[in-house]
C-alpha cells in the first residue's frame, strides 16, 4: 500500500474534529491523486460518514474560523476556505440515478459506497483522518492505474457515463491534462453514451472543455473528442473544419488537424486560455467560404472576417463569455493573415503602421498566433516564412519605437477640427478625421500637430469649410466697411 505524507497542521485539526465527533472522515479525490502525482493542489475534499456540515463547524471552530464557512444546506455540503487553502466537507453518499434526468437520487452511504459513485479509480483514493493514517484506501486499484496512466471508472462504464455523462468529458479531459490513457471499453462506452451529454448543461461541458484547451498539449483531447463522436455535438462548427476535397487533382489541406497544430504551437508558448480560443478559431470560416477556383485551386476568401464575425454565436452557444475576451478573440481572428501577408511582401512602414494601429496592444499575441500558423511540411518554405516574420517583428518594434502607433490617437482631434471650422458633431468632422488618420498611418504627413493641421485646413477646404476665425475676421471687416 502506498504512503503518502501530509505535513500540513490542517490535517491533524481535521483528525482530531472526526475522532471528537466520533465518525469515520476520509480525504478524498482528486487532493490524494494530485498529491501522488506530485502535482500542487490547493482544493482539499473531505468526504464523513456522518454529516459534512457538522464536521465544517467542528473545524471551524477548532481554527477560529467560523466566519470564512460557507454552508450548502440543500446539497448538505460546507466550505472552509483556511489559508490558501479550500476545503469541502460532504456526507458520505450512495447515489442511484434515473434514466432521463441527470440528478440523482442521494441517500447517506459508506465511504465504499462513496467511492464507488467517484468517476475514475484515481479519483477514488482515500486516506482516513480517525484513525489518522498515511495509508490509501483503495479499492479498486487506483494506485496501480495511477502508476500506469490509466483512467478506468469504478463500476462498469457504462453505468458511471450513463449515470452522468460530464464524466465523458471528463475522462477526456483528464487524458488531455495528464497524458493518460483511457482505458478501452471505457472509450468504447463513451462512443456509444455520447448522446447522453445532450442531458448536460453547456455550462458544466465548458468547464471541461477549457480544461483541455489548457492542458499542455491539447490536440490530445480534441483528437479523443473528435474520435468518440463528442465533438460533433457540442462543438459541430470544428468538426466541419475536418477533411480534404480533391478537385482535378488539386487537394486543400485538412484544416481540422491543421488548427490542432497551431493550437499545440501556440500552447508551447502561452497559457493563455483566450489566445488558444483564438488558435482555435482562427480558420473557423474556412469551410464556409472555400471555392475551388480553376486558375489558383483551393481559396477561403474573406474567411477571417466571416470567422471574426462567427465568434459571437460560438462563444455564446458554448457559454463562454460574451465580454472584452470575445472582442479579444475575434479581434485576433480578423487579423490572424495580416503579419503573414506582411512577410510574404516587401514590408512598406504604412502596412506596419496600420497593423499596429489595428491591433493596438494585442499586436505581440497577434504575432505569437501568426507563427503558430506557420504549420506547413516544406522546411524551406518554414525556413523563409520564418525568417521573413523576423524582418516583419524588426520593423514592428522600429515603427513603434519612432512612431508610438500602438494605443495611438491622431494628433489633431475632432474637437479641434469642430472648433476650427465652428461646426457640430457631424458627418464632416468625421471626414477629415479618417483623412488625417488615414495619411499619418500612409506616411504622407507627419505624426505631428502642425502637419496634421495644416493638412486639416486643406481636407476642409475640399469640403467648402472656411476656418471659424477668418470667417469672423470677414464678418467684422465687412462690418467695419459698412459704417
Ligand atoms: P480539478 O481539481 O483538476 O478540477 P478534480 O476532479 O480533482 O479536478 P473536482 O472537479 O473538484 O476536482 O472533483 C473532486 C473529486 O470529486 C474528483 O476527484 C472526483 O472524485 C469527484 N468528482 C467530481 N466530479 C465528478 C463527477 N461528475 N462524477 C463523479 N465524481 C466526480
Known sequence: MKHISLEHPIFETLSTAATELNVRAFIIGGFVRDKLLGRPCKDIDVVVEGSGIEMAQRVAKMLGQTKQITIFKTYGTAMLKHEDLEIEFVGARKESYRLESRKPLVEDGTLQEDQERRDFTINALAISLNP????????????????????????????TYSDDPLRMMRAIRFASQLGFEIE??????????????????????????????????????FKL???????????????????VEVIKGKAHKDNFYHTLQVLDNISVNTD?????????????????????????GWTFHGHEDKGARMVPQIFKRLKLPLNEKMKYVQKLVLLHLRPIVLSKEIVTD???????????????????????DITSKNEEKVKRYLSNFEVVKVKLKEIEESDKIRNWQPPVTGLDIMETFGLNPGKEVGIIKTAIR??????????????????????????NLIPARILQASVSSQNSENI
Open 132 to 159: 489518522f493514517t498515511d495509508e490509501i484506501v483503495d479499492p479498486f486499484n487506483g494506485l496501480n492505474d495511477l502508476e500506469n496512466g490509466i483512467l478506468r471508472t469504478p463500476l462498469h462504464p457504462d453505468q
Open 184 to 221: 478501452k471499453s471505457s472509450l468504447q462506452s463513451i462512443q456509444s453514451n455520447k448522446q447522453r451529454i445532450s442531458i448536460v448543461s453547456m455550462e458544466r461541458i465548458t468547464v471541461e472543455l477549457n480544461k483541455i484547451v489548457e492542458s499542455p498539449k491539447p490536440s490530445v483531447g
Open 225 to 243: 473528442l473528435f474520435d468518440t463522436g463528442l465533438l460533433h455535438l457540442i462543438f459541430p462548427e470544428m468538426v466541419a473544419l475536418h477533411g
Open 272 to 296: 493563455n486560455l483566450w489566445l488558444r480560443w483564438a488558435a482555435i478559431l482562427h480558420d473557423i470560416a474556412k469551410p464556409a467560404t472555400k471555392r475551388f477556383e480553376p486558375e489558383h
Open 350 to 372: 504604412s502596412a506596419v503602421r496600420r497593423l499596429l494601429f489595428e491591433a493596438g496592444d494585442d499586436i505581440d499575441d497577434l504575432m505569437t498566433l501568426c507563427q503558430a
Open 438 to 463: 488615414e495619411a499619418i498611418l500612409d506616411g504622407l504627413i507627419p505624426n505631428e500637430f502642425e502637419g496634421a493641421y495644416e493638412f486639416m485646413l486643406k481636407e476642409g477646404a475640399k469640403l
